[in-house]
Nanobody, 125 residues
Framework: QVQLVESGGGLVQAGGSLRLSCAAS????????MGWFRQAPGKERTTVAA????????YYTDSVKGRFTISRDNAKNTLYLQMNSLKPEDTAVYYC??????????????????WGQGTQVTVSS
């Protein structure tokens, strides 16, 4: 069973950048497809991005395409989310998650089995 710990959140002005990290332990990181999700106050948790086990394919929700980049380093057991050109509407708690279903990756949060505790991202206008 894998444990996930996010870091890198914080307060940033609109137009700024942040890089989130998700450190994995207790499992074989490269055997999981991974995803980033976010949840704003009073709203459902939604998918931000996802990546295959090898990192060769990625998915982005439309609102972050061209601004966010998901990547992974299987040698370091770490998932990343580079966030550029941040907007106030990106404010949320960001979660990383790992999945082990029979699929290469998924944009559906219900296909993920393990979750981190989340890191707060606040973008001021």
């Amino acid at each position: 069973q894998v444990q996930l710990v996010e870091s890198g959140g914080g307060l940033v002005q609109a137009g700024g950048s942040l890089r989130l990290s998700c450190a994995a332990s207790g499992g074989t990181f490269s055997s999981y497809y991974m995803g980033w999700f976010r949840q704003a106050p009073g709203k459902e948790r939604t998918t931000v991005a996802a990546i295959t086990r090898s990192g060769g394919r990625t998915y982005y929700t439309d609102s972050v395409k061209g601004r966010f980049t998901i990547s992974r380093d299987n040698a370091k057991n770490t998932l990343y989310l580079q966030m550029n050109s941040l907007k106030p509407e990106d404010t949320a708690v960001y979660y990383c998650a790992a999945g082990q279903r029979r699929t290469s990756y998924s944009s559906n949060k219900n296909d993920y089995d393990y979750w981190g505790q989340g890191t707060q991202v606040t973008v001021s206008s």
